[in-house]
Antibody, heavy 121, light 107 residues
Framework: QVQLQESGPGLVKPSETLSLTCTVS??????????WSWIRQPPGKGLDWIGY???????NYNPSLKSRVTISVDTSKNQFSLKLNSVTAADTAVYYC?????????????WGQGTMVTVSS | DIQMTQSPSSLSASVRDRVTITCRAS??????LNWYQQKPGKAPKLLIY???TLQRGVPSRFSGSGSGTDFTLTISSLQPEDFATYYC?????????FGQGTKVEIK
C-alpha cells in the first residue's frame, strides 16, 4: 500500500520560496497508476487543490497559483516536490501530498499526514 | 471555476441519527463528485467517489447519491467516530474544487 510523507521547512519568510517534498513508500512514482498531487488547507479553512504531476512530467496547476507553482518528480529518489515562490501570509497552511487515482473518478485516495507551513518574518 | 456549495455548514446530531449533507455544483458535473471525511488534526479520508461508489474499507452506513448539480451524502446511523467535517469535491473539470465543508457535531 502506497504511503506518503511530506517534509520541508515549517517557517518561510515572506517573498521567499516554499519548498516541500513528498516521499513515496510502498509504491513507485514511475508506476503510472497515480497522479501525484498537492493540496493545502489554511488554518480553520477548507481544502484548496494546488496541482499534480504525472510520472512523465506532465503537470496541471490551479490557475490561481500557476504563476508561482512548480511541481516536479524525482524518480531516482521516489519523491515529488512542490515549490511555491513569492509567498505571503496567505500561503500559510497545512500542505498535503496525495495520490489522484484516475480509476476512482480522479479522487484523492491516499494522503500524507500533512505539514504546517507558516509564512512569517 | 466550478463552485461547490455544501449545506448545512454545520449540524448537531445524536448517535444513531440519520444525517444528510447536500452539495450543489454551479454547473452540471455528471457524477464526478467525491466525498471526504476529515477529523481534527488529520488528513482527509476518501469516503465515496463517482457520487455513489463506496471506497473500500468505508462502512456501509455511508452512502452517496445524485448527479448533475445536486448530490447528497447520507450517514444512515451516526456513530461516535463519525463526528467530523465532510467535504465534497468535483473532478469534472480543472481546477478541482472542494465545498466549504460541513461540520457534524455532537448534540
Amino acid at each position: 500500500q502506497v504511503q506518503l510523507q511530506e517534509s520541508g521547512p515549517g517557517l518561510v519568510k515572506p517573498s521567499e520560496t516554499l519548498s516541500l517534498t513528498c516521499t513515496v513508500s510502498g509504491g513507485s512514482v514511475s508506476s503510472g497508476s497515480y497522479y501525484w498531487s498537492w493540496i493545502r488547507q489554511p488554518p480553520g479553512k477548507g481544502l484548496d487543490w494546488i496541482g499534480y504531476i504525472y510520472y512523465s512530467g506532465s503537470t496541471n496547476y490551479n490557475p490561481s497559483l500557476k504563476s508561482r507553482v512548480t511541481i516536479s518528480v524525482d524518480t531516482s529518489k521516489n519523491q515529488f516536490s512542490l515549490k511555491l515562490n513569492s509567498v505571503t501570509a496567505a500561503d500559510t497552511a497545512v500542505y498535503y501530498c496525495a495520490t489522484l487515482d484516475p480509476s476512482s473518478s480522479d479522487a484523492f485516495d491516499i494522503w500524507g499526514q500533512g505539514t504546517m507551513v507558516t509564512v512569517s518574518s | 471555476d466550478i463552485q461547490m456549495t455544501q449545506s448545512p455548514s454545520s449540524l448537531s446530531a445524536s448517535v444513531r441519527d440519520r444525517v444528510t449533507i447536500t452539495c450543489r455544483a454551479s454547473q452540471s458535473i455528471a457524477n464526478y463528485l467525491n466525498w471526504y471525511q476529515q477529523k481534527p488534526g488529520k488528513a482527509p479520508k476518501l469516503l465515496i467517489y463517482a457520487a455513489s461508489t463506496l471506497q473500500r474499507g468505508v462502512p456501509s452506513r455511508f452512502s452517496g447519491s445524485g448527479s448533475g448539480t445536486d448530490f447528497t451524502l447520507t450517514i444512515s446511523s451516526l456513530q461516535p467516530e463519525d463526528f467530523a467535517t465532510y467535504y465534497c469535491q468535483q473532478t469534472y473539470s480543472s481546477p478541482r474544487t472542494f465545498g466549504q465543508g460541513t461540520k457534524v457535531e455532537i448534540k
